[in-house]
């Protein structure tokens, strides 16, 4: 049963918090090269059992309806979102991502609160809960570089300021603990499964840690417990792959964390449109790979390789630039974030994979400059460079995903997604034009003639 893997509350803890981030995958059940993943649903599920032994709130640390089901109806799935028994949400970067006014008007139909204190976006900063123990504050924070995600303001450069007076406002509101939401997680990168650092995280919330019982992050895929400053502090897993569970005690003061927990696979009775919509992709058969391909590093079929061949087979561009982070479509509890498996490829697989059925984009660079941003794209990447912390793009530390069709390529393909890395990596304005064909026909071609790294 769900409640097996969650322990019982600690003695004198009288609340329990259980916290996700990035839902907008988890409408239904996806594979994933580890099995299949959570879904809200079944984090609806571990909320039920655990009200039956105590007090328990749901909290998510943003990007409610980013991912598949959203490229697949192109529109947001705010309609499961309002079903969900959530208690508040901070709002992540991709919440943001058809601009601030239509993030309002689907907030307006939300039955809980989608907090933003440090952009002024028009969304409340924090909320007072109540629960049977007392009332539970809840402050929210966007990303910190939101702004060059989405055109929405940039955050103010004070958050501590903020943090601390919405803090103490709730206190005098009679708050017996305070969470803060943060849609920024550690550095990570994969490992065994995953390593962490936590340096940055540290930088952009130790001046308000004080003021909080228990500080929950997100963004990033990885996983992840500890403290900042001395508050409890962690993120699960994304897309429902796990919760976070901690306990507040009957005193004001910190919170204890239980650990991270897997979430079942349960699917939504009745399915709703975005559910539906996700189930009818996987059906529909569009090719076969002879090979496993795996966005992990130290692997033999490097995921990001094959979906540059097929950037560079739907533009017919000279080479084609991959950033991994473009390309996430599951946790990494294996270390790996995105994988095509062996055997039958559904459209579901490669939407989740590219994002729609959208062309490339080509650019023209000068001669070296290829060179030059693969390069320096893989430096910041790497996971010892701590200067690549800070890098608002930087989340996902592998090495870029290449296609070289000319000794010297002059026009290079990627997806409108990743130009503002390459922006930022040439430190130069770049032109582009769409070109080619739908990058999922190309890929899925690819695959049917079995395609091999250095083919």
């Not at 650990?259 to 919509?277: N, R, S």
Request: proline share 8%.
């Amino acid at each position: 049963g769900v409640g097996r893997g969650l322990p019982a509350a600690l003695p004198g803890r009288v609340v329990r918090v259980i916290t996700t981030t990035d839902l907008g995958f988890a409408w239904t059940a996806m594979r994933t090269s580890w099995g299949m993943c959570g879904t809200s649903t079944g984090v609806a599920r571990i909320l039920k059992f655990e009200r039956e032994r105590q007090p328990t709130v749901w909290l998510d640390a943003g990007d409610l309806t980013v991912g598949a089901a959203a490229q697949l109806r192109g529109e947001r799935p705010w309609q499961e979102a309002a079903s969900l028994p959530l208690s508040a949400a901070a709002a992540g970067n991709h919440d943001f991502d058809e601009g601030a006014a239509a993030l309002n008007a689907a907030a307006r139909r939300l039955p809980f609160p989608l907090l933003c204190a440090n952009v002024s976006a028009g969304l409340p900063g924090h909320v007072l809960l109540e629960t049977p123990c007392g009332p539970l504050g809840v402050i929210g924070l966007t990303h910190p570089f939101v702004h060059l995600f989405a055109d929405v303001p940039e955050p103010v450069s004070e958050t501590g300021g903020v943090v601390r007076a919405l803090a103490q406002d709730l206190r005098a509101s009679g708050a017996r603990w305070v969470i803060v939401l943060l849609h920024e997680g550690v550095t990570w990168w994969p490992a065994a499964p995953v390593g962490t650092r936590q340096s940055q995280l540290v930088r952009l919330a130790s001046a308000w840690a004080g003021e909080a019982d228990l500080i929950v992050g997100g963004h990033t895929p990885a996983g992840w417990t500890g403290a900042i400053g001395g508050t409890p502090a962690g993120h699960p897993y994304a897309f429902a792959s796990t919760v976070l569970v901690a306990d507040l005690p009957c005193d004001a003061g910190g919170a204890v964390i239980r650990g991270l927990f897997k979430v079942p696979a349960d699917e939504p009775v009745p399915p709703g449109p975005a559910a539906l919509a996700v189930q009818e992709a996987e059906r529909r058969i569009i090719g076969e790979s002879r090979h496993t391909w795996l966005s992990r590093t130290a692997v033999g079929r490097y995921l990001p390789d094959l979906i540059a061949a097929a950037l560079a087979e739907a533009s017919g561009a000279e080479a084609a630039f991959v950033p991994p982070g473009k390309h996430v479509t599951q946790a990494p509890l294996d270390g790996c974030v995105s994988a095509v498996a062996a055997g039958s490829v559904s459209e579901l697989d490669l939407v989740r994979i590219f994002g729609g059925h959208d062309p490339p984009v080509v650019t023209e660079l000068e001669p070296g400059e290829f060179d030059r941003m693969v390069r320096a794209h893989d430096a910041l990447a790497a996971p010892g460079s701590r200067a690549g912390d800070a890098v608002w793009w930087n989340w996902c530390r592998m090495p870029s995903g290449t296609q070289r069709r000319a000794g010297e390529p002059r026009t290079v393909a990627m997806l409108p997604s990743a130009l503002p890395v390459a922006r930022d990596l040439l430190r130069r304005e770049l032109s582009v034009e769409p070109a080619g064909t739908c990058v999922i026909e190309a890929c899925a071609r690819l695959l049917n003639r079995g395609h091999s790294p250095g083919t």
